[in-house]
Nanobody, 124 residues
Framework: QVQLVESGGGLVQAGGSLRLSCAASGRTFSMYGMGWFRQAPGKEREFVAAISWSGGTTSYASSVKGRFTISRDNAKNTVYLQMNSLKPEDTAVYYC?????????????????WGQGTQVTVSS
């Protein structure tokens, strides 16, 4: 069982930056592929970024590539999402997810565990 707790969301102006953190419980964190998803009001949950167990492989949605960076620190059981050059269309609730395999996925149904989400609001 893995429990995930996100933090770092907030209100920021367009062009600004935020760093989200996701703290995971459990001693097997390093064996999990991790992902970030987001969901805006009235829209489906969408893939943002993912990272393999070692951090050696990452994947990004085209809408965030070049602006967002996913990373992980297995010693701290934490995964991060650095978000730069934020746009109003990035406004959403951001969720951290864990998949009980070493590789990551890009679909919500590929993940076993979810955090409660953290709100990110980007003003124009």
């Amino acid at each position: 069982q893995v429990q995930l707790v996100e933090s770092g969301g907030g209100l920021v102006q367009a062009g600004g930056s935020l760093r989200l953190s996701c703290a995971a419980s459990g001693r097997t964190f390093s064996m999990y592929g991790m992902g970030w998803f987001r969901q805006a009001p009235g829209k489906e949950r969408e893939f943002v970024a993912a990272i393999s167990w070692s951090g050696g492989t990452t994947s990004y949605a085209s809408s965030v590539k070049g602006r967002f960076t996913i990373s992980r620190d297995n010693a701290k059981n934490t995964v991060y999402l650095q978000m730069n050059s934020l746009k109003p269309e990035d406004t959403a609730v951001y969720y951290c997810a864990a998949r009980s395999t070493a590789v990551f996925g890009t679909r919500p149904d590929e993940y076993n565990y979810w955090g409660q989400g953290t709100q990110v609001t980007v003003s124009s």
